[in-house]
């Protein structure tokens, strides 16, 4: 095994996310954490508004589309989940667990530009009591079958911990059940309100990794690599059951370096006990039509390559197709994945490739 690690340069660390303003949903304040969370944003002097519902959000500051957006992921909105019927999320979960909708990120593939289309601000839940009850519910259906749910299908839930914790309420709330389970994935580093959560072991905490090359092109916003991982050890530290996600699997000029130096950092910065019953998550890089027109508009001078030309179109449910990598460029970055992880990471287990 080779011994050479890449130094990557000092970055400044990303600083946990405040919104530049706050709306309240009126129902918000009936809740407990919504009139924590109306208490603190007062004290701090951030700009409050009241909106009958976020669907009613006006005012999000801006002169181009590209500008309201920016400043919408800089927005939060306090509200109530009234839908207490949860997704599903197969094949990782049987539920997507709602805490939190959109994110501060700036991923340029990231999913929610288009699940969230035009409404990217990001959305807190105070009603956190009624969602554990719903899952309780869950739990109780499946009962003696573990039911799974997965935190981060709407937003990363780690990214506004620091402001709701409603994510620690949610593991904790899960350690005390016997057949229910958490996971949720992650890009942000800002870990420590969730190390002295009592979980039980029943909660995998994942962070989504990629090469060096990928999270500086097209992870704006988002903590540094050596921030993740570093958060990953306190995870470990914690007790906590750990994972990554190596997505999107990105074919970029020197990919088979640029992977191979990820998991070779990986492997050195990770505590050895931490390493034993890690699990991988492979997803290589996909596209839809309407994603990519969106993000050509909302990053004009992405370097992301989207070209049809070097894909293959993959149907989805309701005629929803993605493009994906040609069978053969597929199996190439499946079989590197396999052998990166089988030499660093002999004992870990690969959950899926797709
Ligand atoms: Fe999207 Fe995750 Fe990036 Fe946030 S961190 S913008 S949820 S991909």
Redesign the pocket.
């Known amino acids: 095994m080779s011994t050479h690690i890449i130094e990557i340069p000092h970055k400044p660390r990303l600083v946990p996310f405040e919104p530049d303003q706050v709306f309240f949903e009126p129902g918000a304040l009936h809740y407990p954490l919504g009139q924590e969370l109306l208490a603190r944003f007062k004290a701090k002097g951030t700009p409050i508004q009241m909106t009958t519902s976020h669907n009613q959000v006006r005012g999000i500051p801006g002169e181009t589309e590209v500008e309201q957006y920016r400043n919408a992921?800089r927005t939060l909105v306090v509200g109530v989940r009234k839908t207490l019927k949860f997704d599903t999320s197969k094949p990782s979960a049987e539920y997507a667990i709602p805490l939190s909708t959109?994110?501060?990120?700036?991923?340029h593939?990231?999913?929610?530009?288009t699940t969230l289309g035009a409404k990217p601000y990001i959305r807190a839940y105070v009603n956190i009591d009624e969602i554990l009850a719903q899952a309780g519910e869950y739990i109780a259906e499946r009962t003696p079958q573990i039911t799974r749910f997965e935190a981060?299908c709407t937003?990363?839930p780690v990214?506004i911990e620091h402001i709701t914790g409603n994510l620690k309420r949610c593991i904790e709330y899960i350690g005390q059940q016997k057949y229910g389970r958490l996971r949720f994935?992650?890009?942000?580093a800002h870990v420590e309100p969730l190390l002295d959560a009592q979980h039980n072991g029943h909660t995998r905490f994942r962070f989504?990794i990629n090469a060096d090359y990928v999270i500086k092109n097209f992870?704006p916003?988002?903590s540094t690599f050596l921030e993740r991982i570093e958060a990953a050890g306190k995870v470990a530290r914690a007790g906590y059951p750990l994972g990554f996600i190596i997505a999107p699997l990105y074919r970029f000029d020197g990919w088979q370096d640029g992977y191979r130096d990820l998991l070779e950092r990986l492997a050195h910065m990770l505590p050895d006990d931490a390493k034993q019953n890690v699990t991988f998550e492979l997803i290589q890089h996909r596209y839809t039509k309407t994603a990519k027109a969106v993000i050509e508009k909302r990053y004009p001078k992405t370097k992301l390559e989207m070209n049809e030309e070097n894909r293959q179109y993959k149907w989805g449910r309701y005629g929803r197709g993605k493009y994906v990598y040609k069978k053969e460029a597929a199996a190439e970055l499946e079989e590197t994945l396999h052998h990166l992880l089988d030499l660093y990471f002999p004992t870990a287990k690969i959950e899926y490739f797709t």
């Open positions: 992921k959109g994110c501060m990120g700036h991923c593939y990231c999913y929610l530009q981060a937003s990363d990214g994935v992650t890009k942000f989504s992870e916003a988002t």
